[in-house]
């Protein structure tokens, strides 16, 4: 079959970032799914729609396959990708239409047979060797249609151990590109293993650590791994790859195709448009978990606890946000982030994924390079999507490493406004300090941590819930002796609390309290206790004014302000 590569010339340069690419179909079809708590049918359709995926990228296909999703804001991005693609969509088809549809065009040579009730590392075998043997996922209940369908059993996955010995076997025929994080229990992100020829692998042992050895840095690494989190990121972290918390995601292969035109860029704040002349307490919340790429892709934009929030027209609200990495590998997504963000929010770039600049690559013999080079391609992704702040999570945040790695972001990131730092454990172990780091124009650029948590149930000194938080704020500015006070508050993403009519007792509830809330609303409430010396600004206006204070001449140049 000859080769469809050439089908589509995107905007974005194929390795402008760290994602792997996925070539572009000239049609989609839909696998429609009975039972999407059914996982050996999920798995049967997300190994169909990799090996789709996988044949366009081999050039011996021209069809991608979306997975039929009962998460509704999915059709949008559905659609959004089709008119990009300007892709036909021959319609909706079962998984077994599907199967011969793909092995009557030699797309799928076989099967793999898996049992699922095991719950183990042999789906995560089988599904390597799926990508491998271009065979779809078989459970065992599966194989007597399998059979009937003509296929031919091409690996056995329920007679073998995934132990070091076979991994050693497969590792050279592998992607040494990418990760992918594969919960036994679930199908999600299965197709794009499969598309990319990816190690796939659970759990937190010796081969896992082996594995993040193997692959190469400054690589994605896609799921969510087992146990504390702590210790399945700093692993990925100390050999320099990127996580991207996409447990959940769904159809990545089709979503990740480059965007076809130039990206739209996030509002950002013209800091001439800030009133320069006004003197008061400034004081910025930031929502965490920005970097969270599958709760992105799933419910955020469209949910009112958080983007969809009606507050956000009152409160400058902050957001941290994996938009470099939704540029790269979910533009669809990035697209609509885009068009539905509020008017008076900020975003804030989370890190460019999720792992700890003072760890990164700290197990390499080149760590500082590779934090380079990497800081070089979230520079190239900030001028992309128009992102002004760069925020991340420290192991700690005033450690030497954690200052070196200020220092790198500085000089390779052009164009910034700013950077925040939390640290993983408390997130506030800063306590507000603001660290200063020079670029290469010699204009010294700030490191502001944040100085409370609004955190649920979280026993930690300036952690509590809107009362405290504002009383706490509140303080701080009835003992500055008149200094004005430049701070930031993290806002836990998950955290509900609870509002009284009078505001006197905000408490603390459990999300199975009907009438907490979380999100922005206990945002507004800290906000209404504050007191009138305080305003609430974005993240962006509070790093341009605690530049100003800090050197005036400067920051009037660097905003572009002629006095």
Wanted: hydrophobic share 40%; net charge positive.
């Amino acid at each position: 079959m000859r080769s469809f590569a050439f089908l589509l010339l995107c905007w974005l340069p194929a390795h402008a970032g760290w994602w792997p690419e996925q070539k572009a179909p000239r049609s989609i079809v839909v696998a429609g799914i009975q039972h999407s708590s059914n996982m050996p049918e999920m798995n049967l359709a997300q190994s169909v729609a990799g090996l789709a995926a996988q044949a366009l990228n081999d050039g011996t296909g021209d069809e991608g396959v979306w997975i039929e999703t009962t998460n509704a804001i999915y059709n949008t991005y559905f659609y959004s990708l089709v008119r990009r693609l300007k892709a036909r969509v021959p319609g909706t088809f079962t998984l077994w239409q599907l199967v011969d549809r793909y092995k009557a065009r030699g797309i799928i040579k076989g099967y793999i047979l898996y049992d699922f009730s095991r719950r183990d590392n042999s789906v995560n075998l089988a599904t390597m060797y799926a990508a491998l043997e271009k065979g779809i996922l078989i459970d065992v209940t599966q194989e007597a249609t399998a059979r009937g369908k003509g296929l031919k059993k091409l690996y056995d996955a329920t007679r073998t151990v995934l132990d070091a010995a076979v991994l050693k076997q497969l590792l050279p025929k592998l992607n040494p590109h990418l990760l992918v994080i594969g919960n036994p229990d679930y199908s999600n992100n299965r197709d794009y293993a499969i598309a990319q020829k990816s190690v796939v692998y659970y759990g937190i042992d010796t081969l896992f650590q082996s594995v993040v050895k193997w692959v190469k840095p400054l690589s994605p690494v896609i799921g969510w791994n087992a146990g504390e989190e702590f210790k399945h990121i700093e692993p990925c972290t100390s050999w320099g790859l990127i996580n991207t918390a996409s447990d959940w995601c769904m159809n990545l292969p089709l979503l990740s195709i480059p965007p076809c035109n130039k990206l739209p860029q996030v509002r950002t704040l013209n800091p001439q448009d800030i009133n320069w002349q006004e003197h008061a307490n400034y004081h910025a919340f930031v929502m965490s978990d920005g970097d969270n790429m599958q709760w992105t892709f799933g419910n955020f934009p469209d949910n009112k606890d958080y983007w969809s929030n009606p507050y956000n027209e009152s409160i400058p609200m902050s957001f941290t946000s994996c938009v470099l990495n939704l540029s790269q590998a979910g533009s669809d997504v990035y697209n609509y982030l885009v068009k539905t963000q509020p008017g008076r929010t900020a975003v804030v770039e989370y890190g460019g994924g999720y792992y700890y600049p003072d760890l990164f690559a700290r197990l390499r013999p080149d760590r500082e390079k590779l934090l380079r080079e990497y800081a070089g391609m979230i520079n190239t992704q900030m001028k992309i999507t128009g992102t002004k702040v760069f925020g991340f999570i420290c192991k700690d945040v005033s450690g030497e490493e954690a200052l070196e790695a200020y220092r790198v972001y500085a000089e390779e990131i052009e164009d910034l406004t700013g950077m925040i730092a939390v640290q993983y454990s408390p997130y506030n172990g800063g306590d507000g300090k603001v660290f200063w780091v020079k670029n290469k124009k010699g204009r010294e650029i700030p490191v502001a941590t944040c100085k409370y948590q609004l955190w649920a149930n979280l026993s930690r000194k300036g952690s509590g819930d809107p009362v405290q938080v504002a009383g706490w704020i509140n303080k701080d500015n009835a003992s500055s002796s008149g200094n004005q006070q430049l701070n930031w508050t993290i806002v836990h993403a998950w955290s509900y609390f609870s509002d009284s009519i009078t505001h006197h007792s905000i408490v603390a509830k459990d999300k199975k309290n009907t009438a907490a809330e979380r999100g922005v609303t206990p945002v507004k409430w800290t906000k209404d206790l504050l007191d009138k010396r305080t305003k609430v600004v974005s993240i962006e206006e509070l790093l341009w004014r605690i530049r100003m204070r800090h050197n005036s001449a400067e920051t009037l140049k660097a905003a572009g302000i002629h006095q």
